[in-house]
């Protein structure tokens, strides 16, 4: 069965460096979209940043020139680094793999999620 398990969560001062990993089990690394999202007390679980096919990425403003999302195909693993963090960062992050069809849809049959890591930003 299918599985993602992140790790590298944790406690970090105010412009320091975390790197998330997303580790995929069973035939799913050749979907087409792969991203991280996170979720704050309160708020709502937003998109963080994307890979689909083809190596395209896509930021949330917050993050952009701060956050790097990239991909380890033959360890099937996905990865965030995260640098000059802020406590605004501060969430449970989740790794999603899935297949999108052309029109945007996600497929729900192929939409995994892991189980989240907590990345907390304080002094």
């Known amino acids: 069965q299918a599985q993602l398990v992140e790790s590298g969560g944790g406690l970090v001062q105010p412009g320091g460096s975390l790197r998330l990993s997303c580790a995929a089990t069973?035939?799913?690394?050749?979907?087409?979209?792969m991203a991280w999202y996170r979720q704050a007390p309160g708020k709502q679980r937003e998109l963080v940043a994307s890979?689909?096919?083809?190596?395209?990425?896509n930021y949330a403003d917050s993050v952009k020139g701060r956050f790097t999302i990239t991909k380890d195909t033959a360890k099937k693993t996905l990865y965030l680094q995260m640098n000059s963090l802020k406590p605004e960062d501060t969430a449970v992050y989740h790794c999603?793999?899935?297949?999108?069809?052309?029109?945007?849809?996600?497929?729900?049959?192929?939409?995994?999620w892991g189980q989240g890591t907590q990345v907390t930003v304080s002094s």
């Open positions: 999603n793999i899935a297949r999108y069809y052309i029109t945007g849809v996600v497929d729900l049959d192929n939409d995994y």
């Open positions: 069973g035939d799913i690394f050749g979907l087409n979209t």
């Open positions: 890979i689909v096919d083809g190596g395209r990425t």
